[in-house]
């Protein structure tokens, strides 16, 4: 099995996405109908859906405007319940970014800093106090999310400078370190609430665990249980976006998989094809 | 030194390697590790290689190839130096360190006289305190491990081995480089997934190879370069499977025993070969030495230097079962994953006189043990063959042990 396999499929899948959402609207024509849980933002040009970002920050304002949005938000719920942060790993234009971020990154051997485990609380309190922000105040005024994916679609968008401070902040944060936005993103907080009971789930065999912290290594959002628990079966993390780089790495037969409904998708397994080693390859 | 110690040494060191070289299986395949054998331990002129000697399994060898030397891994196995290296500590230290501190003392086998210096890792007691022995005959640079795995122990063995590669730059003058490490873990890399492959061979319910052949070739890699070891182990495996092909299922398949505890290395074989020679089919073996010593892969997340040394920290020590750690939950683990893969019917528990380590872990194994029903037989013992007889007649009434379990099932 080749290491990479789940990574490579993803970022192909993440790439199409970020097409659709950034020129479908050519092609198809704007819809602010359906709302997908992921950062998408409306000032991108060819946009075609709505991310759940915008809905949040302008709930007020379309609420009251007919059946049409609170039934888009019943949906875009129902689509974070059943998948939980799947829509992460996979759909999330700002989450394809980060992740062609650290692919270069890893290209340039370039290391990640190593968030300390000290730190995982205060990251905690800035990713609630985001999801507070964003459902009361205007998170567009400083949002950095659209000095990043509106630009490379040709557009600009209005410019502020809190906005523009807190895209460099973003920017280097997402280069020391995968998926840096992902650990603060308010959507994936509360996605991370339907992590529990979605279909997705991250399962593991722990005695065929040696803990030999690979998983943990490239967990681009650090899950240490992922790496440390050997009670459950069900590992799934709050966190986790699914990315399924610790089952690829995993060296022991089955001992990490992911189910989508209770279907085993992929499974851990020992690499014993020449030329494969490590992460990136 | 007199030229008449050195002969005799020479002489009997020669003899005992060359009796485990031709006990091991007269199978095919196995001539490059008998060669690899014959090379470390039969020859005795000086080579031109610069080696760096390294105890234990926690150093990665990775960093010394990096550095343009060659690792050698300085346990001992011999029963002659074990002997001299009685002398220069105490009675009662393990053989292994006795074996290891009678090589240098000895001073005729190349590999040890062209060691330019010695990595030792604070392991057990006995590699903690032959430090300041061996320090006598070359340059020793100790290596704390810390004796947990939790997280902060974790970053403080990636700072140790940062360190300790500072320290290797300084000492050879020379400098480790992302290309030459990337490449040391590649070659390494490989020949590890080679082995991985060749243990599995042991798992078929009726295995072409030798459970002992298995542990001899792949003890063999502490001595060779990891390409070539590579080569020869493809065309080994290669063979095994064109006997797969033809191998007929067997009406009554051999006593499937897994060997468990101290070190066993070339060319201390006694006691797989004397299981071997009563009917018994060894699956497997937990053996630094051999069953573990290539067994975890290497995995970085990206070719950095950083990544490279946090995923060698993590192989080398993070994974690794020995019984100096703090608990024995993770070695247990691994004893259950591999006896139910190797579908093992018993467990040999070898004890090197004097290791303690192994032998405080023996109640915790000893219970798991009765809890998945697996018979489970300890046996003491150091590299003399003084004692083959007795062991000799506790292994056959294990053996026969089994092959009643087995009827009665
Ligand atoms: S957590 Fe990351 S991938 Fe998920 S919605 Fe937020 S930015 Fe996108
Ligand atoms: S736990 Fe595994 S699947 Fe989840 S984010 Fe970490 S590496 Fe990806
Ligand atoms: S990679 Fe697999 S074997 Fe290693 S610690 Fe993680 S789950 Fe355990």
């Known amino acids: 099995m080749k290491t990479n396999r789940i990574t490579r499929t993803r970022l192909l899948i993440l790439f199409v996405l970020f097409l659709f959402f950034s020129f479908g609207g050519y092609f198809i024509g704007a819809n602010t109908e359906i709302i997908l849980p992921v950062f998408n933002c409306e000032y991108v040009g060819g946009g075609t859906t709505r991310g759940v970002c915008i809905a949040m920050t302008e709930f007020n304002k379309h609420i009251h405007n007919g059946w049409t949005f609170p039934l888009g938000v019943a949906a875009c719920i129902a689509l974070v319940l059943l998948f939980g942060r799947l829509w992460c790993g996979y759909v999330c234009p700002m989450g394809f970014f980060q992740d062609v971020v650290t692919w270069i990154r890893q290209k340039l051997n370039i290391t990640q800093i190593n968030i300390p485990q000290k730190l995982k609380p205060f990251i905690l309190v800035g990713r609630w106090y985001l999801v507070f922000y964003i459902f009361f105040y205007d998170l567009c005024k400083v949002c950095p999310v659209q000095f990043i994916t509106v630009p490379l679609t040709g557009y600009t968008s209005n410019t502020s400078s809190t906005g523009f401070f807190w895209t460099v902040v973003l920017l280097v944060a997402v280069m020391l370190s995968d998926r840096a936005f992902c650990r603060v993103c308010p959507i994936g907080a509360l996605m991370g609430l339907a992590n529990r009971i979605s279909g997705s789930r991250l399962r593991k065999c722990g005695h065929a665990c040696t803990h030999c912290r690979a998983c943990l290594e490239v967990c681009p959002v650090d899950i240490q249980e992922v790496y440390e628990d050997r009670e459950h079966v069900d590992i799934t993390h709050a966190d986790c976006i699914y990315c399924m780089k610790c089952i690829e790495v995993c060296p022991e037969k089955d001992a990490l998989r992911f189910d989508l409904f209770g279907k085993t998708i992929y499974s851990s397994d020992r690499v014993t094809q020449e030329g494969q080693h490590g992460a990136e390859n | 030194m007199e030229q008449r110690t050195r002969d005799r040494y020479i002489r009997n060191i020669e003899r005992v390697a060359n009796v485990t070289i031709d006990e091991v299986g007269n199978g095919d395949g196995l001539e490059f590790y008998k060669e690899v054998y014959q090379e470390a331990f039969c020859n005795f002129d000086q080579t031109n290689k610069k080696y760096i000697g390294s105890y234990c399994v926690m150093i990665p060898d990775e960093i010394i190839y990096a550095l343009g030397y060659v690792p050698l891994r300085l346990c001992g196995g011999h029963r002659i130096p074990a002997l001299i290296g009685e002398e220069m500590v105490p009675r009662d230290a393990c053989p292994l360190v006795k074996a290891s501190a009678g090589f240098h003392a000895m001073k005729v086998l190349p590999m040890y006289n062209q060691c330019e210096l010695a990595i030792i890792p604070m392991t057990c007691e006995g590699k903690r305190k032959s430090a300041e022995v061996l320090s006598d005959f070359l340059p020793i640079i100790p290596v704390p491990i810390p004796m947990s795995k939790d997280n902060r122990a974790f970053e403080e063995t990636v700072n140790i081995v940062t360190a300790l590669i500072k320290t290797l730059e300084y000492q050879t003058g020379n400098k480790i480089t992302k290309r030459s490490l990337k490449k040391a873990c590649i070659d390494i890399g490989t020949a590890q997934q080679q082995a991985y492959l060749l243990q599995q061979k042991l798992y078929s319910l009726n295995p072409q190879i030798k459970g002992s052949e298995v542990m001899f070739a792949i003890n063999s890699s502490c001595f060779v370069h990891p390409k070539d070891w590579t080569k020869a182990t493809k065309e080994l495996l290669s063979l095994i499977d064109e006997k797969e092909k033809t191998a007929k299922e067997l009406r009554r398949p051999k006593p499937r025993v ?152």
């Open chain 2, 258 to 409: 897994y060997i468990a505890g101290s070190p066993i290395s070339f060319p201390n074989f006694k006691l797989p070969l004397m299981l071997e020679d009563l009917g018994a089919q060894i699956v497997g073996d937990e053996s630094c030495l051999s069953g573990r010593l290539m067994y975890d892969p290497v995995v970085p997340n990206d070719y950095s230097i950083v990544s490279m040394v946090r995923a060698l920290s993590a192989r080398y020590i993070a994974a690794c079962t020995c019984p100096v750690f703090d608990n024995v939950e993770d070695r247990l683990c691994s004893l259950k994953t591999k006896l139910e893969l190797s579908k093992a019917e018993g467990i040999i528990y070898h004890v090197l006189r004097g290791c303690v380590p192994y032998d405080f872990e023996l109640a915790a194994v000893e219970e798991f043990a009765d809890k998945h029903d697996i018979p489970l037989l300890r046996i003491e013992t150091d590299y003399n063959i003084e004692d083959m007889e007795q062991v000799k007649i506790r292994f056959e009434a294990f053996v026969e042990m089994i092959e009643q379990r087995r009827r009665n099932r």
